[in-house]
């Protein structure tokens, strides 16, 4: 019924990019505050990218330091999904990477897609 199905993790190299996209199903991102966490072998898990929108519009999108000019969230209207550009990868982004939709008290999370940055 409510699901998110993430894609495009995958190994690359550093400097490398790549595009994570999450589907989802059940109910329409636009109306969520959407957010991408990642969370490395053996430590806890750390929000990478949020966008938070009203009425289908964009009210904000946020970023933390560590990837703030390298990452980049966004939305599709029509596929009803969220993405996350990923350039300038470095090893210290290896992760597994969820996308996770919040509003009000509903909180849904994808299965999660490994992102292997090593070269």
């Known amino acids: 019924q409510v699901q998110l199905v993430e894609s495009g993790g995958g190994l690359v190299q550093p400097g490398g990019s790549l595009r994570l996209s999450c589907e989802a199903s059940?109910?329409?991102?636009?109306?969520?505050?959407m957010n991408w966490y990642r969370q490395a072998s053996g430590k806890e898990r750390e929000l990478v990218a949020s966008?938070?929108?009203?009425?289908?519009?964009?009210?904000?999108?946020d970023y933390p330091d560590s990837v703030k000019g390298r990452f980049s969230i966004s939305r599709d209207n029509f596929k009803n999904a969220v993405n996350l550009q990923m350039n300038s990868l470095k090893p210290e982004d290896t992760a597994v990477y969820y996308c996770n939709a919040a509003r009000g008290q509903a909180d849904y999370w994808g299965q999660g897609t490994q992102v292997t940055v090593s070269s």
């Open positions: 966008i938070r929108s009203t009425g289908g519009s964009v009210y904000s999108a």
């Open positions: 059940g109910f329409p991102v636009r109306f969520y505050h």
